[in-house]
């Protein structure tokens, strides 16, 4: 199996609640707020400099990153404030998250 699906497969073991928080980030990337569009955007920009960013996921061909193995064309639409594992992301969200709270979607 691929390392960036056990991965996955371990966090959600480790932590169940992290199922919604996935879902949630899928959801939101089937239909973005501008403003979501834009911290997605500033997202993917620190991933593609990161040294757990992966290219091409084995099976399925998507960019994923090698720490959490989350695919990351839907990662970086989470709605939670700085879930890239390293904390990469704090410097984007601490700008533009906020804004991205006014029309939370969430499948809870
Ligand atoms: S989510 Fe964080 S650790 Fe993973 S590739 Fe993006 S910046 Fe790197």
Known sequence: MNLGLKQIISNIVKDPSKIVTILDAWVASANPT????????????????????????????DPYCFKCGCNLRKKIFTIKYNECPEKKW??????????TQKQKKSIL
Not at 35 to 56: D, M, P, S, T
Not at 90 to 99: A, F, N, Y
Request: proline share 3%; with cysteine; aromatic share 8%.
């Open 34 to 61: 501008e403003e979501q569009k834009n911290l997605a955007e500033a997202r993917w920009n620190i991933c593609v400099g990161c040294e757990h960013f992966r290219e091409k996921r084995d099976v399925t061909g």
């Open 90 to 99: 704090e410097p984007v969200d601490e700008l533009l998250w906020k804004d």
